[in-house]
């Protein structure tokens, strides 16, 4: 009899166990079918055009000024800022589609990610106006629509996780987002976004891959110690230095990550920094200005490669790639734009292709089987192989005009096969 019972004992345990991961797998399916849809709730969005990327330059520049303290600063966008804005968003983070709109008293944020299986992950916010302290919120993730409660309270888990994460550092959200309101063609708040600023802060914490900060400090500081000591001038010197610099044991995908990051800390700007997580005082003892360095004689080839490159290995290629894209889209604007800044300089396929050549170097020298001989390589480069001098001569110059007349725009096929051109060139010139 006791075995009897033993046996039966077993078999109802092994029942439950099977009812158990029955009923998970069927909640499971409920979910994925509930949270998700067979198409994508947004269209297919468009490439940014010209006045698109200076409106949200535009903005940026409210949200740079409101930013930098603890303190708010007050931030109007009107609609075509918001729809620039979504715009950029999804040409960055495509094929994910993304839309800001406004309707009565609510602002939506929308977004469509494409899954497995044909499905669409659809999500949206609604932030409802007026409100005094951050307005109320409502979370929805397929045909799910969580009510403010507990909407706020993913909010909440999900600025907890950037903060733990080290990507970012948000205030609390009430501190995020106060007065609130939204009125014809567009939206106001007073918003405080962290204590970071700049535009390479503004993207940093939250898209970079992990970096040996170690590697990074001693690799910037070995450089300014070199240029200190012998100055140069010329890009190629400054490429054979980063990368004659720290050749350990350590993993060489690591150590080129390391090497360009530092290089756009030398040759571009020290909030490069930001994409390695570095804090202001890592550097106090070696932190000198923005060497200019140049190739073919021009300054400018020099700081397109290195920002590219640096942008590359933390945020991958396809931001890096449409961030030149938007720069020379800004660029061609006409001083007669509300949305140019300063004197543009026009569309330049030769700065274009020197983003290229940096951002397409680098992505191929962090792939781990690769790494150590093109380090080995980027030692001793020659500018050729850096940038090819015949893509210098490309197109300079083009208004906005001039180039929607040659190519139509970003994800136009003149467009694309211009830029096809442009890389079959740098795979046959550079380093492979």
């Not at 940026?60 to 979504?86: C, H, I, M």
């Not at 009510?147 to 990507?167: C, H, K, Q, Y």
């Not at 014809?184 to 007073?190: F, L, N, Q």
């Not at 442009?422 to 795979?427: G, Q, V």
């Amino acid at each position: 009899m006791p075995f009897i019972k033993s046996i039966w004992k077993q078999q109802a345990t092994g029942r439950r166990l099977r009812l158990l991961i029955i009923a998970s797998a069927l909640i499971l399916l409920l979910s994925w079918f509930t949270l998700t849809s067979p198409r994508a709730s947004l269209p297919l969005i468009a490439a940014p055009t010209a006045e698109e990327v200076g409106a949200v330059r535009a903005a940026y520049k409210q949200l740079r000024e409101g930013s930098g303290s603890a303190t708010a600063g007050r931030v109007t966008l009107g609609q075509s800022e918001l729809s620039s804005l979504a715009a950029l968003a999804s040409h960055a983070l495509r094929p994910n589609r993304i839309a800001i709109v406004t309707a009565s008293a609510t602002l939506r944020i929308e977004a469509s990610r494409p899954l497995i299986m044909g499905r669409w992950l659809n999500v949206a916010i609604d932030f409802r106006a007026p409100s005094i302290g951050f307005p109320e919120v409502r979370l929805t993730v397929g045909s799910v629509r969580l009510p403010p409660l507990i909407s706020r309270a993913v909010l909440e888990v999900a600025r907890w996780f950037v903060i733990l994460t080290g990507r970012a550092d948000l205030p609390r959200i009430d501190q995020n987002m106060r007065k609130f309101a939204i009125h014809k063609g567009g939206v106001s708040a007073m918003l405080s976004i962290g204590s970071k600023s700049g535009i390479v802060d503004a993207v940093a914490g939250m898209v970079s891959r992990p970096v040996d900060r170690g590697a990074v400090i001693r690799i910037y500081c070995g450089l300014v110690a070199q240029q200190r000591r012998l100055p140069s001038a010329e890009l190629v010197e400054q490429v054979h230095r980063a990368f004659s610099l720290e050749r350990s044991n350590a993993q060489a995908a690591d150590v080129n990550r390391a090497a360009f990051l530092a290089l756009g800390m030398l040759l571009v700007d020290d909030r490069v920094a930001s994409f390695a997580r570095l804090r202001p005082n890592d550097l106090r003892h070696c932190l000198i200005a923005p060497v200019p360095v140049a190739i073919y004689g021009r300054f400018d080839w020099p700081k397109h490669w290195a920002l590219s490159a640096a942008l590359s290995v933390v945020a991958g290629s396809q931001l890096s790639e449409t961030a030149g894209e938007w720069k020379e889209l800004a660029d061609s604007l006409s001083r007669q734009s509300r949305f140019a800044i300063g004197d543009p300089t026009g569309f330049s396929m030769a700065d274009l292709a020197a983003d290229r050549a940096g951002y397409r170097l680098a992505a191929s020298a962090v792939e781990p089987a690769r790494a150590e001989p093109i380090a080995r390589k980027l030692a001793v480069v020659q500018a050729e192989q850096l940038l090819p001098h015949r893509l210098t001569e490309h197109e300079d110059g083009l208004s906005n005009a001039d180039f929607v007349r040659r190519y139509g725009g970003a994800d136009d096929p003149r467009f694309q096969a211009r830029i096809r051109h442009i890389d079959l060139i740098l795979f046959h010139s550079g380093i492979r």
